[in-house]
Structures are given as C-alpha cells and as structure tokens.
C-alpha cells in the first residue's frame, strides 16, 4: 500500500547549513526542479559574506529560502513550512522563524559536542525538550551518505560525506514530488569531468529519495500543483541574470555594442561574469584595475558610439561620482548599474538593502541631476535595464538602475517577452554638420534637449569634450557667468523633460474609495503587494502605487498622493523617498523603515499598514 499524499497550496522550505555545506546549490536545483513542474515560486538566498566562514559558527550559517504554489505569490514567504538544518548552527539560527507546528529535518550526525557548542547550546536540542513544539525528523544524513557511496572507487569517507547535501536534496524531490532527472543531467554536466564525483552525487540524490519512500519517518507526502500562470514560455531567471540579459537585449534595439567596465564586487559580480560568456552578442566586458577605471572605460565607449555600461554595488558607486558628473557635463549616454547592498562602507556585502537613493540622486558636486530607475522584481530588472538604456541613449544623460542584493539573487518565473514587443530605442547620430560649415556640439533637439552626439572619426565633426564648463552650442571652454547658469539649467530641464516621455504613477485602488495609499519603490513591490492583498481580502480598503522611476517622478505622482488621507512608505533604509515626496509634494507621507540587512516581511506590513486603517 502506498504512503498518503497530500495536496497544499503552497509550500515555504528553508535549506541551512555551513556555507560549504552547498545550500545554495541544493536550494537552486529544488527550485529548478520546482519551475519545471510550473509552480509559482519566489526564492531568497541569505549566505555570509566570508569564502568560507568558520565551520559550524552562527555566523557562518547559509540559508535559501524557496517558496511555491499552485498560485500566484510575490514573495519568498515569510516564515519557513520545513526548515532542513545540517548542523546545530543551522537549527539555532532559523528556529525563531519556524512556526509552531512546522516541520524539521535535523542531521543528527553533526549534533555533537564540539557543534553544540559552537552553536552555544548548552544543552542538546534533540534530547531537551526543546523541539516538542514541532514535527522533528531526525535522519543521519551524512553517515547514511557515506555508507551509501562506500563502493564508489576514489572516493573518501570525507569527500562522500560532502555529498550530504544531495542526500537531502533526494529526501526533499520525493517528499514534495519534484523530478530529480534535471538534476541528474546537471550533476552529469557539472561533474563529468570527475567520474567518481558524479557518481557519488547521484548515488546521493537516489538515496535521498529512496530514504523518503522506505522510512517509516516518512508517511506523507506532498503535491503542489502547477501554477495557472499567462501562457507562454517561461524560464526561472534571478535578477542580476535578468538585468544583463536586459543590456544585451537594449544593446540589439539600439543597434550598438554593448561594452561593460567593471570591477568585482559583492553582489554585482555575476553582471559581469554573465556578460562575459556572452561574445557571440557582440558583447565588449573589460575587468578594470578599480571602480573609477571601470566608470572611465564605460564611459570612453559611449564617447565612441557604445553602449557603455558600468556596474558595481554601493561602495563602488561612491568611487563612480565624479565620472558620471563628467559623464553630466559631456551629456553622453551611460548606464551605471548600483546593486544596493548593507551598508555605509563595507557594511554587510551579502545582505540588501535599499539606502543608495539619496546617493544617486544628490551625490556628486554642483548640480549634477541625472535620471533614476529602481527595478522591483528579479524578472523586471530585465525591462528596467532596457528603460534605463532608452533614457540614456534619447537624452545623452548618465542613468543609474537601481537593484538590490535581495532581486540580484532571488529568482521567479519569467515570461520571456515577445521581440516585437520591446521598443526600439536606435539613437540618431550627428553624421553631417548642422550650422553651415560648421558642426555645433552642443546645438540641441529641441523636443529632448538631447545634444548632437558625433561618433569620433566622422569627418568635419570633429569636436572637444572635457570637464571644463562648455559653451552652448559649440561646446567651447568657457568661463563666463550668464553661459554656466544657462548650461546647468539646460541640463536641469533636459532631465526634469523625461517626466513626459514615462508612464504615469499606476495606481492599484479597485473602488477608488480608499483612504491610505502605499507607495514604495524597488524590491519592497513584492511585500507591499501580498500585504495589501491580505487585507483586501479581510474586507479592508488600501490603495497601492509603485515608483520605477524616481528621478524624474511621474508627472501624476503628487494627484495620486493627495487624494488619500494617509500615506505610508515602507523602505529598506531610514526614509529617503518619504523624504522627497514629502519635500516635493507637501504631503504628510509616513515613513515605515527596516535596515537589518533582510526584506521586508508581508506580515509585518500587513500589521504597519492595518495600524494606519
């Protein structure tokens, strides 16, 4: 007789352990598993920022969150459903987020003394009591790895104990009914090189499963149903994925080589490592010795007809300042990407943040106004890199496209767009002289104040460029009073001119009846979403609006906020976008802010926002 099978609705599962316990490979394969099935998902990585942080410390702990349904969901989830812990640290960390009643799937092999007490515990979690609240597992993960790859030639006890991982992985497919044959293709392909290697993965991952349908322990398991999602071709894509598809995708519309500088740096990276491995595109990465060298080429290469590019997170974005303010003066196109992290200065490099905004806005000497976009999904930073590049290619401006650590890592279904349906963004190039016999720099389309931009080596068109003040029209050095206060409010109006030529503020209220709107921008669309459809669905009225771009506002932002009574604005900062609506637009805005280096949670939205109600 066959084990019952029950059906939900949606499951969160938290995987932890060591950061070289390989969490993030077994929550990513889980997740790809899942996407095949057509499962709904949202996923949410949380690792250390250390290579590879003390063993067994709680600081070293590594987590990934997935969470799936037969629906449509916005977030990862709030609180984990089953929280697979490898080891003590592991356990102690996440416990506090398990409700009552969840579920635990413990490696009793790695609670011994030595871990119990680098995990503090004075006691063992097993044996106390501690656990009553919950439905505890106890499988010994990795000597039952080890005894399961006992045959395999070449292999070690420690090295088949580091397959644990996949064991697990095995244990977690059977329980909830995910296929483990990508898997099985993956493990081919990532260690075909190394036999042995491959064959102890997969003799891990089938034990897993087999554990699952043999224990006694194991008596349920669960179905989830694919999601009734758009029709169409999807794909799981995470942000920072997404955004560099974005660029290459803004790269064809534009007809222009994309050019990327950049320099390493947590949790931007993997923008530039993707866009390398992309040639066949056309694409130009250049690995600079610094940020500033980095923002320089980028920069170069739009001054030559790219599509110069350049990204990085907080820290480095500091160091690009005075590169974008000569990129303002120049008015040449440029993307400088900002994947926002915990900060100030180093801060916590692995954990998200949203405190960047003031920085983009107003950091940089004199007047200096350059556009902002702020992407909100993982799947969006796809479109908020082709709007990002469309705005700077129409207006020779630098822009900065804003992302975090909490979009760059978490991934979702994406529903891979329709070619026709992206816009064309092909610049105009100067290609002849526009005052006679002469060529003007600096002369103006008089719709978008964009200058002419002459690709160096046309001939007659040749032209100066600098840091130095310009003179209108021929773009000359110049000195003189009346022509800088006429450049820098040209400037000005040039990218305040961008509010026409951007969708107006959508506002999300059905009977238009409500008295509190919640307005956020960047990764808090997902929790501000699931909160409001929360109390939506307890009968309570709650408008709903999200900013993409920040800088300039849509031109209906402040109708939208001066037909409610309240206004509350969640951020992952200390309030800086309350600060400019409540500076531009005289509107009593609440401020409701989180900086713990972690997203915001739907609950406690729900609980910020009913407060207001």
């Given at each position: 007789m066959g084990k019952r099978v029950e059906h939900r609705d949606r499951v969160i599962i938290r995987f932890a352990g060591d950061s070289g316990d390989g969490m993030q490979l077994t929550g990513d394969r889980f997740t790809t598993e899942t996407a095949l099935i057509g499962n709904d998902l949202a996923t949410l990585p949380d690792f250390p920022a250390e290579i590879r942080a003390p063993a067994g410390s709680l600081p070293g702990v590594s987590g990934f969150q997935v969470h799936f349904a037969d629906h449509d969901i916005l977030t990862p989830g709030d609180r984990p459903d089953v929280l697979v812990a490898m080891n003590p640290a592991a356990l102690k960390s996440n416990l506090k987020d398990l409700p009552?009643?969840?579920?635990?799937?413990?490696?009793?092999?790695?609670?011994?003394?030595?871990?119990?007490?680098?995990?503090?515990?004075?006691?063992?979690?097993?044996?106390?009591?501690?656990?009553?609240?919950?439905?505890?597992?106890?499988?010994?993960?990795?000597?039952?790895?080890?005894?399961?790859?006992?045959?395999?030639?070449?292999?070690?006890?420690?090295?088949?104990?580091?397959?644990?991982?996949?064991?697990?992985?095995?244990?977690m497919s059977w329980l909830f009914h995910r296929p483990i044959e990508p898997t099985l293709d993956f493990i081919e392909a990532k260690f075909g090189r190394r036999p042995e290697i491959a064959e102890a993965n997969t003799r891990a991952l089938r034990a897993g499963w087999n554990y699952g349908e043999t224990s006694e322990d194991f008596a349920?398991?669960?179905?989830?149903?694919?999601?009734?999602?758009?029709?169409?071709?999807?794909?799981?894509?995470?942000?920072?994925?997404?955004?560099?598809?974005?660029?290459?995708?803004?790269?064809?519309?534009?007809?222009?080589?994309?050019?990327?500088?950049?320099?390493?740096?947590?949790?931007?990276?993997?923008?530039?490592?993707?866009l390398a491995g992309m040639k066949e595109f056309g694409v130009v990465t250049f690995q600079a010795e610094d940020e500033i060298a980095a923002a320089g080429a980028a920069l170069g290469a739009s001054f030559g007809g790219a599509l110069g590019v350049t990204a990085s997170a907080g820290p480095g974005v500091v160091l690009k300042a005075e590169t974008v303010g000569l990129a303002v003066a120049l008015e040449l196109p440029l993307v400088v990407v900002d994947v926002q992290r915990a900060g100030p200065s180093t801060g916590m490099p692995t954990k998200p943040e949203q405190a960047d905004l003031l920085m983009v806005l107003f950091g940089r000497n004199?007047?200096?106004?350059?556009?902002?976009?702020?992407?909100?999904?993982?799947?969006?930073?796809?479109?908020?890199?082709?709007?990002?590049?469309?705005?700077?290619?129409?207006?020779?401006?630098?822009?900065?496209?804003?992302?975090?650590?909490?979009?760059?890592?978490?991934?979702?279904?994406?529903?891979?767009?329709?070619?026709?349906?992206?816009?064309?963004?092909?610049?105009?190039?100067?290609?002849?002289l526009n005052d006679g016999d002469r060529f003007l720099p600096y002369e103006r389309d008089p719709e978008t104040l964009a200058r002419a931009w002459a690709v160096p080596g046309t001939p007659g068109l040749e032209h100066r460029i600098g840091g130095l003040e310009k003179e209108d029209r021929t773009g000359n050095v110049s000195y003189d009073p009346d022509n800088h206060d006429l450049m820098v409010r040209l400037r000005a109006r040039k990218v305040a001119g961008i509010a026409a030529d951007i969708p107006a503020l959508d506002l999300d209220d059905p009977d238009g009846d409500a008295k509190v709107l919640v307005i956020g921008w960047g990764s808090t669309y997902g929790p501000i979403a699931a909160a409001v459809r929360r109390l939506r669905s307890e009968g309570k009225k709650v408008a709903r609006a999200h900013l993409t771009h920040l800088n300039p506002f849509p031109t209906n932002t402040g109708d939208v906020l001066r037909r409610y009574e309240k206004v509350l604005v969640p951020e992952m900062n200390l309030g800086q976008l309350a600060l400019l609506l409540r500076a531009e637009y005289l509107v009593d805005a609440v401020s409701y802010t989180k900086v713990s280096g972690a997203p915001f949670q739907s609950a406690e939205l729900t609980d910020a926002i009913g407060a207001m109600l």
């Open positions: 009552k009643g969840g579920t635990i799937i413990l490696n009793t092999d790695a609670f011994n003394e030595r871990n119990l007490q680098k995990a503090a515990y004075s006691s063992n979690p097993l044996q106390d009591g501690s656990l009553s609240d919950y439905h505890v597992h106890q499988v010994a993960l990795a000597s039952m790895t080890v005894e399961a790859l006992r045959e395999i030639e070449g292999i070690t006890p420690r090295e088949a104990e580091r397959s644990k991982n996949f064991f697990a992985l095995g244990l349920v398991s669960y179905e989830v149903a694919p999601a009734k999602l758009t029709p169409g071709r999807y794909r799981q894509i995470n942000g920072n994925t997404a955004l560099s598809y974005g660029l290459v995708a803004a790269s064809r519309l534009s007809g222009l080589q994309l050019f990327l500088g950049a320099y390493p740096i947590t949790p931007a990276s993997s923008i530039l490592e993707e004199s007047e200096s106004p350059v556009p902002v976009v702020a992407a909100a999904t993982p799947s969006q930073c796809f479109f908020a890199a082709i709007e990002a590049a469309r705005i700077a290619l129409t207006y020779r401006t630098p822009v900065y496209l804003l992302s975090n650590a909490y979009l760059a890592n978490g991934s979702e279904p994406w529903l891979i767009p329709e070619i026709e349906s992206l816009p064309d963004i092909t610049p105009t190039f100067a290609t002849e």
